[in-house]
T-cell receptor, first 115, second 114 residues
Framework: AQKVTQAQTEISVVEKEDVTLDCVYE???????LFWYKQPPSGELVFLIR??????QNEISGRYSWNFQKSTSSFNFTITASQVVDSAVYFC????????????FGQGTELSVKP | DTAVSQTPKYLVTQMGNDKSIKCEQN?????MYWYKQDSKKFLKIMFS???????INETVPNRFSPKSPDKAHLNLHINSLELGDSAVYFC?????????????FGPGTRLTVT
């Protein structure tokens, strides 16, 4: 079965703190893709990153970084020097070839960054 | 310039009514999806179409019927609306069904059934 778990339901930090959002996935497929999406208070879903199962290189994009570890089936997301505009719900998702391309989402982590 | 658009953005209706939500994408993608986000923010796939052909039909009540007149449009019709249908419905598209592609989401339609 395919499953994504985001154990942190809510996280609250003060601006400029670093914060890591955890994501653990389950799949028996050897080829799969992991995604992070951001849902700000305005409600739209914004694509942040895609990572395939053969690429375990960590990725950095500005204040955002992602740590993919197949050994622990985790794909964690770190925001460095958080800002109020980072307040949102963040979703981790999994996609495999044999599921018709559907995204399987985690429960989401609501991040609140306070000034 | 909107990539994936949905209408309406808000929909308030009474139980028992029939309503439709429209989705259009101008990205030239082959595959379109409907997702439902419940009150706890959980997102779940409902349907997927590839080039007007239904490829995913999750365990969704028969009252929900998707229609894809062409590959740029995927509409969702809901009969006999129930209180439990209240949710945000997102349309999405991707270039292919392949898992390698990200999905681009529309702004969502907030459906409230009273």
């Amino acid at each position: 079965a395919q499953k994504v778990t985001q154990a942190q339901t809510e996280i609250s930090v003060v601006e400029k703190e670093d914060v890591t959002l955890d994501c653990v996935y389950e799949t028996r497929d050897t080829t799969y893709y992991l995604f992070w999406y951001k849902q700000p208070p305005s409600g739209e879903l914004v694509f942040l990153i895609r990572r395939n199962s053969f690429d375990e290189q960590n990725e950095i994009s500005g204040r955002y970084s992602w740590n993919f570890q197949k050994s622990t089936s985790s794909f964690n997301f770190t925001i460095t020097a958080s800002q109020v505009v980072d307040s949102a719900v963040y979703f981790c998702a999994l996609r495999t070839h044999n599921q018709g391309g559907k995204l399987i989402f985690g429960q989401g982590t609501e991040l609140s960054v306070k000034p | 310039d909107t990539a994936v658009s949905q209408t309406p953005k808000y929909l308030v209706t009474q139980m028992g009514n029939d309503k439709s939500i429209k989705c259009e994408q101008n990205l030239g993608h082959d595959t379109m999806y409907w997702y439902k986000q419940d009150s706890k923010k959980f997102l779940k796939i409902m349907f997927s179409y590839n080039n007007k052909e239904l490829i995913i039909n999750e365990t969704v009540p028969n009252r929900f019927s998707p229609k894809s007149p062409d590959k740029a449009h995927l509409n969702l019709h809901i009969n006999s609306l129930e209180l439990g249908d209240s949710a945000v419905y997102f349309c999405a598209s991707s270039p292919r069904t392949s898992a390698a592609y990200e999905q681009y989401f529309g702004p969502g339609t907030r459906l409230t059934v009273t």
